[in-house]
């Protein structure tokens, strides 16, 4: 029995962050791009690129962890979670193959502070991060744990899949 809690917690662990089935970009919601949560609104970019930078000092060094959800260890799509729970109320699901069901579809052009960056890392290996505004995105590196990296570094530009704006 404690076999088989220990299998289905990694696995569980590994879904968390960095494994989808699919490789079509999920269908997109209407384009109702400004939200609010208690009467601040999301598109305003100065407003959350100072909280996302605030969050992120608070956050910077935490390692990698598969399923993680603490400042002992936390990966990618954990961490997207509780930011935008901690810093602006807002639920969205834990898992990068769910956060990346909602929203809208948007080109990099159209990047505000507080989209979701996705990347295609590996066969089925999904990754996200939170934009930040100036080519810049805050994420969990499995070397190097929570950090700001650029969209123009080559690795990043080679993976990039999507980015989405919440429309909650």
Not at 108 to 128: A, C, K, S
């Amino acid at each position: 029995m404690r076999q088989l809690i220990t299998l289905l917690f990694i696995g569980s662990s590994l879904y968390g962050c960095s494994t989808f089935t699919h490789n079509a970009i999920p269908g997109s919601a209407p384009n109702t791009l400004a939200y609010s949560h208690f009467g601040a609104k999301m598109d305003n970019s100065p407003q959350i690129k100072q909280q996302l930078q605030s969050q992120l000092e608070e956050w910077k060094g935490v390692p990698h962890k598969f399923g993680g959800l603490s400042r002992q260890g936390i990966d990618c799509s954990g961490f997207v979670h509780l930011i935008f729970a901690q810093e602006f109320g807002i639920q969205i699901p834990r898992t990068t193959e769910y956060q990346m069901q909602h929203g809208v579809v948007i080109t990099p052009e159209e990047l505000m502070p507080g989209d979701l960056v996705f990347f295609i890392t590996g066969y089925q290996q999904r990754h996200v991060g939170i934009y930040m505004g100036e080519n810049q995105f805050m994420h969990t590196s499995s070397s190097r744990g929570v950090m700001i990296s650029k969209l123009s570094n080559p690795y990043w530009q080679s993976v990039y899949w999507h980015a989405r704006r919440l429309a909650l």
